[in-house]
Structure formats: structure tokens, C-alpha cells
Nanobody, 120 residues
């Protein structure tokens, strides 16, 4: 079975930095897409950044220029370097992994989430 485990969340001051890591285990095949989503209280879950196995990347406009996503395909890991953090970045951050198979069959996995709090 596939399991995604996030780490690196915590409490930081505005302008600070955090690096989130997500480790995937139990997968025989690599994931087509891995990424990060976040959800703040009273808000809908939103995309932060996604990266494909071919290193194509999409960022939310709100984090462009501040966050950097990367992945290690051999290790099935994805990272999110977060710089210049703002209070508005406060949310639970979830790791996501997605794999496409034949005939439109897909597999979608989520981590348990890690809390990021940006506050003075």
C-alpha cells in the first residue's frame, strides 16, 4: 500500500522559511504528478504547486517567486521550499501523488498533512 508522509511544518515568523518534505513508500510505479495543496480554516483546499515526472511545474499565483517545488523520482520524494512566508500562508499542507494507468484508470493519494503557521 502507498503511504505519503509529510514533514517540515511548524511555526515561523513572517519573512521566514520552511522546507517541507514528502516521502512516498509502497509504490511499485512512479507517480505522474506529485504536489502540494493547502487548506486554511474556513477556506477551500487549494493548489500550491505540482510537478510532473518530466519536471513540468505549475504554481499558484499567490506563491510564485516565493515557493519552489522539486522532486526526486528515484526516491519518490517531493519537496517544497517556502521563502518569504506570510501570515496568509498559514494552513495545513497536504502532499499529493497521482498516477495514471491504462484506460483512464488513476490512483490518487494524500498525506495526513502538516501544519504551517506564520505568525509573529
Amino acid at each position: 500500500q502507498v503511504q505519503l508522509v509529510e514533514s517540515g511544518g511548524g511555526l515561523v515568523q513572517p519573512g521566514g522559511s520552511l522546507r517541507l518534505s514528502c516521502a512516498a513508500s509502497g509504490s511499485i510505479f512512479s507517480f505522474n504528478t506529485m504536489g502540494w495543496y493547502r487548506q486554511a480554516p474556513g477556506k477551500e483546499r487549494e493548489l500550491v504547486a505540482v510537478i510532473t515526472s518530466g519536471d513540468r511545474i505549475n504554481y499558484s499565483d499567490s506563491v510564485k517567486g516565493r515557493f519552489t517545488i522539486s522532486r526526486d523520482n528515484a526516491k519518490d520524494m517531493v519537496y517544497l521550499q517556502m521563502n518569504s512566508l506570510k501570515p496568509g500562508d498559514t494552513a495545513v499542507y497536504y502532499c499529493n501523488a497521482h498516477r495514471e494507468a491504462y484506460g483512464g484508470v488513476y490512483y490518487n493519494y494524500w498525506g495526513q498533512g502538516t501544519q504551517v503557521t506564520v505568525s509573529s
